[in-house]
């Protein structure tokens, strides 16, 4: 099928069918990543069915163990670790409003990773069709639903990881203690629970002028920006307000 805009020159639709053929290389590249991700071996077992604190069926605050995170059916587990509290050289401002606003800036969220739970709020309820998603956070679980409610999400599980190793043991948390943004999934297979994969790039040397990008994938604010002829903002990130 020949396509063609308004008004476009032979020039651009030589460019633009070059780079359609760029564009098809990478959904294929794309594809035989995440199939080479579902042909990895089995991961590491669990060490330990970690305990969070949660809000019940009854909304009162509970006891969750990872292994209660599993519904019928659903095998695949997917946790977001938080930064929250944020990373201490970080001096962007705090949420505008709000109780949240009156933490001291260090203990506060991180507005990246704000940024990017309130896309996948939205994403929450589709995905949870398939798999069990929920977001992990070394804060108290009070400060954690209080942010939620006054961030308007309404979809995310919320867990408390404070008072466990699970943020240090799956690379949420270095050697002093500072929290990093993981993304972790873990597969159930009968009564065994297996890490399966992690977004370890961020741990991975970046090329000049990129930041990690391990959950780049999944970000629809970022990938917006790559279809424009600006591209991503150089100096800019993401804040609680604009």
């Known amino acids: 099928m020949a396509v063609a805009f308004p008004g476009e020159s032979a020039e651009y639709r030589t460019a633009r069918n070059l780079l359609l053929e760029q564009e098809i290389e990478l959904r294929r590249a794309m594809e035989a990543v995440a199939e080479a991700r579902r042909r990895l071996p089995p991961g590491g077992v669990v060490p330990q069915d970690y305990v969070f604190q949660a809000h019940g069926p009854d909304g009162a605050p509970a006891r969750m163990r990872l292994s209660?995170?599993?519904?019928?059916?659903?095998?695949?587990?997917v946790i977001y670790s938080m930064m929250f509290p944020r990373a201490a050289d970080d001096t962007s401002p705090g949420p505008p409003g709000g109780q949240t606003a009156l933490l001291p800036l260090a203990q506060g969220p991180c507005p990246s990773c704000t940024a990017l739970l309130d896309q996948l709020d939205g994403a929450a309820e589709h995905a949870g069709q398939h798999l069990n998603f929920a977001v992990a956070a070394k804060a108290?679980?009070?400060?954690?639903?209080?942010?939620?409610?006054?961030?308007?999400?309404?979809?995310?599980?919320?867990?408390?990881?404070?008072?466990?190793?699970?943020?240090?043991?799956?690379?949420?948390?270095?050697?002093?203690?500072?929290?990093?943004?993981?993304?972790?999934?873990?597969?159930?297979?009968?009564?065994?629970?297996?890490?399966?994969?992690?977004?370890?790039?961020?741990?991975?040397?970046?090329?000049?002028?990129?930041?990690?990008?391990?959950?780049?994938?999944?970000?629809?604010?970022?990938?917006?920006?790559?279809?424009?002829?600006?591209?991503?903002?150089?100096?800019?990130?993401?804040?609680?307000?604009?």
Do not use: C
């Not at 209660?68 to 587990?77: A, C, D, H, I, V």
């Open 140 to 242: 108290p679980l009070g400060r954690l639903v209080t942010f939620a409610a006054e961030r308007g999400w309404r979809r995310l599980r919320l867990l408390s990881s404070a008072g466990t190793t699970y943020n240090r043991d799956y690379l949420a948390e270095t050697a002093d203690g500072a929290q990093q943004p993981m993304l972790n999934v873990f597969h159930r297979d009968q009564d065994t629970i297996r890490h399966f994969w992690g977004s370890e790039l961020f741990y991975a040397p970046v090329d000049p002028g990129q930041e990690p990008r391990h959950v780049g994938t999944i970000e629809p604010l970022w990938n917006l920006f790559d279809l424009t002829r600006d591209g991503r903002p150089a100096t800019w990130h993401e804040q609680f307000s604009y």
């Open 68 to 77: 209660e995170l599993f519904t019928p059916g659903k095998n695949s587990l």
